[in-house]
């Protein structure tokens, strides 16, 4: 497949994955008749099961994503979505929500094949323009859905139940778009494994001795794949050495990363306080307003900088 069909195809799941109407109003939804939790429970017993199982998935899933080739891990974020809303749609009592929080942390924590796969499919001169798109096709998911969401609940169009069960519907969708997408190739042959931790015996005689059968064919060695991809992920770390702003950049990226999910854990909670009439609830609207002003602010900085930069040296 093209690189560009990829791209749209990456782009349709990113909207579609992005597209759960249910997401502003889930604490709401927890509380009120259909599940019958109090915000106690939601808050104590079963929101933390996020933070700890995507505390745990995520290096695994890190180092998955790339020996599986992201095709598989992405698949497994459809997977693990569509287990979360049919868990909301019809789980009941407080097991089955903690299986529900951490299937959640699961897809939160695949959902790093979705940023990479398409950076191991083009050429590195389309790397900004295949970002651009994939970024905004989330926003765009996350756009539509909570615009479509405040709509429902302030028109009384819609019930709670409704927007987890339309939030369902779009992440089923998501898992078969994930299968639709083309599986990336494997990495180097066990000929460039071997030539790569050569010494000083020929590529063959390496060949022979470690892989060889009584009968003088050469059979693979699973052992050869392992050791590159080790070899490479320690060749990888070394660019901290040589490039601080890479290290800075990925620490305060992580800090901001741990008090952006804090904030959407446990914001519902502050907005129900401030909100006491139940029947004009506008989550909806402020998760609107939040990513129309991230968007905003992603599209015009490099230009308000370079202004700035500009005129200071005038």
């Avoid at 892989?211 to 660019?239: A, C, E, H, M």
Wanted: charged fraction near 15%.
């Amino acid at each position: 497949m093209h690189w560009k069909a990829t791209t749209i195809l990456l782009c349709v799941y990113g909207v579609t994955k992005e597209f759960r109407p249910a997401t502003p109003f889930l604490t709401p939804y927890l509380i009120s008749d259909y599940k019958n939790f109090t915000l106690n429970e939601v808050y104590g017993m079963i929101f933390p099961f996020w933070t700890y199982s995507y505390m745990v998935f995520l290096v695994p899933v890190f180092f998955l994503t790339d020996i599986l080739r992201y095709k598989p891990v992405i698949v497994l974020e459809g997977a693990c979505l569509a287990l979360t809303w049919a868990l909301l749609v019809w789980g009941e009592g407080i097991t089955q929500m903690r299986l529900m929080q951490i299937v959640f942390g699961t897809a939160s924590a695949a959902e790093v094949a979705y940023y990479s796969y398409l950076y191991a499919i083009v050429n590195e001169k389309n790397y900004r323009r295949v970002t651009s798109y994939v970024r905004s096709a989330a926003l765009t998911g996350k756009l539509l859905a909570y615009g479509l969401a405040q709509v429902l609940i302030s028109t009384r169009t819609a019930t709670y139940l409704t927007l987890n069960q339309i939030s369902l519907a779009a992440v089923v969708c998501v898992f078969f778009i994930a299968i639709a997408l083309p599986p990336v190739p494997s990495r180097c042959g066990r000929r460039k494994t071997l030539a790569e931790h050569s010494t000083t015996k020929p590529l063959d005689e390496q060949l022979r001795e470690e892989g060889s059968t009584s009968d003088g064919d050469i059979r693979y060695n699973p052992k050869w794949g392992i050791q590159d991809y080790l070899v490479n992920v320690f060749r990888s770390f070394k660019i901290f050495k040589s490039n601080m702003v890479v290290l800075k950049w990925s620490l305060w990226w992580a800090l901001a990363s741990c008090g952006i999910f804090q904030l959407y854990n446990y914001i519902q909670s502050l907005w129900i306080e401030m909100q006491s009439d139940q029947d004009t609830i506008e989550n909806g609207l402020v998760e609107v307003l939040h990513t129309v002003a991230s968007a905003s602010y992603t599209v015009f900085y490099p230009a308000l900088r370079a202004l700035f930069l500009s005129s200071m040296w005038s």
